[in-house]
């Protein structure tokens, strides 16, 4: 059960972090996968350790992911599976927040999942199958951080457009449905410090950080043709992070 052999799959933002380990756990289950990112670097030697393929895609630029999902349609013939996964998350109090960083939160994360999406699922419908899986976050629409307003304001838009998008195509065999991390441990959030690890260690009640493939395992199980009767979706994987009432409760 849970295999996606011969199944074609597009991971969008698949360099580093979260989505190298959606990209690894696709792979694991038997996908072919398309790593798709603007680091190219990193790009081909994540796509080289799952015998992959790399594509150099800026998810902001429309006619950049068409020609991209294009690409692998001409090469491949069809795209099983698409997770759209290109996110940023750069810090900034609405009282020094500008008018550019908002939109530059917008434009990548919502925007750009929308291009990629749109993109894919014309190719879904014309095959009356697809599976498509969005990275959101806990960030925005269940819980809030400061310095992260903007950003959580593109995670909540994500999952709006989730499911009204899977509406519109499940009567071509698609589902649309997202992953909801919370604290995981790549490369960004090693970036915020010791500091900032520990207060999140503290607040999840396994007290340890997510793995990408964590990500990756429960986005394979979206992924899978057993997942044809979930759409619209969420599942959340926080460590139980959203569970207390209290800090008393992580005793």
């Given at each position: 059960?849970?295999?996606?052999?011969?199944q074609?799959?597009?991971v969008?933002?698949?360099?580093?972090?979260?989505?190298k380990?959606?990209?690894?756990?696709?792979s694991?289950?038997?996908?072919?996968?398309?790593i798709a990112?603007?680091?190219?670097?990193?790009?081909?030697?994540?796509?080289k350790?799952?015998?992959?393929?790399f594509?150099?895609?800026d998810?902001t630029k429309q006619?950049?992911?068409q020609?991209g999902i294009?690409s692998i349609?001409?090469?491949?013939?069809?795209?099983?599976?698409v997770?759209?996964?290109?996110?940023i998350f750069?810090?900034?109090t609405?009282e020094?927040?500008?008018e550019?960083?908002w939109?530059l939160?917008q434009t990548?994360?919502?925007k750009?999942?929308f291009?990629?999406?749109?993109?894919?699922?014309?190719?879904?419908?014309?095959q009356n199958?697809?599976?498509?899986?969005i990275?959101?976050?806990?960030?925005?629409a269940?819980?809030g951080f400061?310095?992260?307003?903007?950003?959580?304001?593109s995670k909540?838009?994500?999952?709006?457009?989730?499911?009204?998008?899977s509406?519109?195509?499940?009567r071509?065999?698609v589902?649309?449905?997202a992953v909801m991390?919370g604290?995981?441990?790549?490369?960004?959030?090693?970036?915020?410090g010791e500091?900032y690890l520990n207060?999140?260690?503290?607040?999840?009640p396994?007290?340890?950080?997510?793995e990408p493939?964590d990500?990756?395992?429960a986005?394979a199980?979206l992924?899978?043709?057993?997942?044809k009767?979930?759409t619209?979706q969420?599942?959340?994987?926080?460590?139980g992070q959203?569970l207390?009432?209290?800090?008393e409760?992580l005793?």
């Amino acid at each position: 059960m849970f295999q996606l052999k011969d199944q074609i799959a597009l991971v969008t933002g698949g360099a580093k972090g979260i989505g190298k380990g959606i990209a690894e756990a696709l792979s694991e289950a038997g996908a072919k996968v398309i790593i798709a990112d603007i680091d190219q670097v990193a790009g081909n030697e994540s796509a080289k350790l799952i015998n992959g393929d790399f594509i150099t895609m800026d998810v902001t630029k429309q006619s950049v992911v068409q020609a991209g999902i294009d690409s692998i349609i001409e090469k491949y013939g069809r795209l099983d599976i698409v997770c759209s996964n290109t996110g940023i998350f750069p810090q900034a109090t609405l009282e020094e927040m500008t008018e550019a960083d908002w939109d530059l939160m917008q434009t990548v994360n919502v925007k750009g999942m929308f291009f990629v999406v749109q993109a894919a699922l014309k190719q879904m419908q014309k095959q009356n199958y697809g599976r498509v899986v969005i990275t959101s976050s806990i960030t925005g629409a269940i819980t809030g951080f400061p310095g992260w307003s903007h950003y959580g304001a593109s995670k909540a838009a994500q999952l709006g457009f989730m499911r009204s998008a899977s509406l519109e195509y499940a009567r071509f065999g698609v589902t649309v449905n997202a992953v909801m991390p919370g604290n995981i441990l790549t490369e960004g959030l090693a970036a915020q410090g010791e500091t900032y690890l520990n207060q999140m260690k503290a607040t999840i009640p396994t007290h340890t950080l997510g793995e990408p493939k964590d990500i990756g395992y429960a986005a394979a199980f979206l992924a899978s043709k057993e997942a044809k009767f979930i759409t619209g979706q969420t599942i959340i994987v926080d460590g139980g992070q959203i569970l207390p009432e209290s800090p008393e409760a992580l005793l």
